[in-house]
Every structure is written in C-alpha cells, then in structure tokens.
T-cell receptor, first 120, second 114 residues
Framework: GAGVSQSPRYKVAKRGQDVALRCDPI?????LFWYQQALGQGPEFLTY????????KSGLPSDRFFAERPEGSVSTLKIQRTQQEDSAVYLC??????????????????FGSGTRLTVV | KQEVTQIPAALSVPEGENLVLNCSFT??????LQWFRQDPGKGLTSLLL?????REQTSGRLNASLDKSSGRSTLYIAASQPGDSATYLC?????????????FGQGTILTVHP
C-alpha cells in the first residue's frame, strides 16, 4: 500500500483482557518500529524489527508486551492482561533503511496513524 | 541516556506571526535531528532532518537550526497560518544504535488562530 496501515484505529479493552494490534508497513520496508505515545507525551520506543528479526526489544515495559513479525512484513503487538497504564496510542513506523547513516532526507521513517488503546 | 526537552509546551499565536519552537538534548553526540508534525488522530509527518554536519535546513516557511555543541535546535515558522496548528515534535537517534531508534521530546502544541 501507499502508507503504513494500522488496525484497529481504536480499541477499548476491559482491564485484564488481551489485545492484538496490527501494523502493515510499506511493501519492501525492511525496518519496522513500534512506539507508545501516552497522552500529552512524545512517542517512546518499544521495539525494532529488521525483516523478521527482532533486534531490539529494550523498550517493552513488561513481559506482558510481545511483538512479532514472522514473515518480515506485517507485525503484531500483543499486550496480555491489559492494565490502565497501558492506555496510549501505539504507533508503527517503517523504513527502507537499516542504518540511520543512510538517511539523507527527512523521509527516513513513515509512521502509521496509530491505534488508540483505552483500558477501562 | 539521551533526554530531549521541548519548550514551550503550548503556544497560541495570531495568524501571520513568526514563531520559534525550541528543542534541547543532553547528549551532543547525535547523527542528526528531526522535526515532526503530528495532527490530532494521525501519525507523525517528518518536516525536516538536519545532519550533524549541518547548521540548518529549510523547507518553505520552515527553517530548522542545529547547534550540537550547546545541545539545541530551533524550528522557525514564518508567517504562521491556521493550517500550521498541530503538535511539533523533535527527535534524535538514541545513542549506541545504528538503525534509527529515536528519542522524542514531549512536543509543542501550536495553535494559530485567524
């Protein structure tokens, strides 16, 4: 597709439910990032994939968070036993680049519109 | 650990004013710095990227400057328009990685009223 697609756009979950958030990156993009954006804050890094390999998961807040990208394209972020503090917008970004030294202009990243998760 | 701070948190100006948004970062060893725009309910759109070797970048009415030694960047918007209303975020690559993991500021919410 022309852009990064995320679904669902909105998700309301009862505390304790499991949720799965989907990201369809731009076709051919090797790098895929997940960020979490709390209300009134900037995005915070969660995890990074290069093709199907998860090279960095240092930002995942707890072992309730799990991400996968089994075929190197679509990625899913799963949150188990959701809690109120998980309420946030989850943003996905993809890039053709694997090394930021290759960035020569401002379109190194393309972000999706995000999934707004509300835990009640 | 890299920390990015943006000032002010919010700004409201009348149409036509020139304005400056500020961004500071604690670790000056950065590859580049990016400014993004975020509209409500939407993802981030990259506006300008300044490489560490550059002092400024311009795109239309936008001009971003970078002073690595002092850990500061500014985004200058000339002749502001209501359509410029959005949240503006600056971001730098997190230290110790090569693949573009970004550390963001908390953003400046800009409102331009007619």
């Amino acid at each position: 597709g022309a852009g990064v697609s995320q679904s669902p756009r909105y998700k309301v979950a009862k505390r304790g439910q499991d949720v799965a958030l989907r990201c369809d990156p731009i076709s051919g993009h090797v790098s895929l990032f997940w960020y979490q954006q709390a209300l009134g804050q900037g995005p915070e890094f969660l995890t990074y994939f290069q093709n199907e390999a998860q090279l960095d998961k240092s930002g995942l807040p707890s072992d309730r968070f799990f991400a996968e990208r089994p075929e190197g394209s679509v990625s899913t972020l799963k949150i188990q036993r959701t809690q109120q503090e998980d309420s946030a917008v989850y943003l996905c970004a993809s890039s053709l680049r694997t090394r930021l030294l290759m960035w020569v202009n401002s379109d190194g990243y393309t972000f999706g519109s995000g999934t707004r998760l509300t835990v009640v | 650990k890299q920390e990015v701070t943006q000032i002010p948190a919010a700004l409201s100006v009348p149409e036509g004013e020139n304005l400056v948004l500020n961004c500071s970062f604690t670790d000056s060893a950065i590859y580049n710095l990016q400014w993004f725009r975020q509209d409500p309910g939407k993802g981030l759109t990259s506006l300008l990227l300044i490489q560490s070797s550059q002092r400024e970048q311009t795109s239309g009415r936008l001009n971003a400057s970078l002073d690595k030694s002092s850990g500061r960047s500014t985004l200058y918007i000339a002749a502001s328009q209501p359509g410029d209303s959005a949240t503006y975020l600056c971001a730098v690559p997190a230290g110790g990685t090569s693949y573009g993991k970004l550390t963001f500021g908390q953003g400046t919410i800009l409102t331009v009223h007619p």
